[in-house]
């Protein structure tokens, strides 16, 4: 997949409730979960998982790369990306 600097939209309407998935991960376990994304703080990334309907809690410094699915497109970034403050990473997706 090709990586996706083009997503620009607010953060808070755009990565907030959208599907969510890892694709690379330092911690293995970790590869290919997926889900909706709950809540976003400093360190940790909220999902609840679609297959499981359960609350995921993964730190963000572990993801490596990820995909993001708005209603308009599909966004595949990389993981540093997505560390500090929710207010803060937007400036960084943009």
């Known amino acids: 997949m090709k990586l996706n600097n083009d997503f620009t939209n607010s953060l808070d309407s755009e990565l907030l ?47 490596l790369k990820y995909c993001i699915t708005t209603k308009q497109k ?4 990389p993981g540093k990306r997505l560390l500090g403050r929710p207010e803060e990473v937007k400036g960084k997706i943009r």
């Not at 909706?36 to 993801?63: C, G, H, Q």
């Not at 599909?74 to 970034?77: A, H, Q």
Request: net charge positive; hydrophobic share 40%.
């Open 17 to 63: 409730h959208s599907s969510f998935r890892i694709l690379n991960s330092s911690n293995p376990q970790n590869n290919g979960k997926n889900g909706k994304v709950v809540n976003l703080t400093k360190n940790m990334i909220v999902i609840r998982s679609a297959t499981f309907d359960k609350i995921i809690k993964i730190p963000k410094n572990e993801i």
């Open 74 to 77: 599909m966004f595949v970034l």
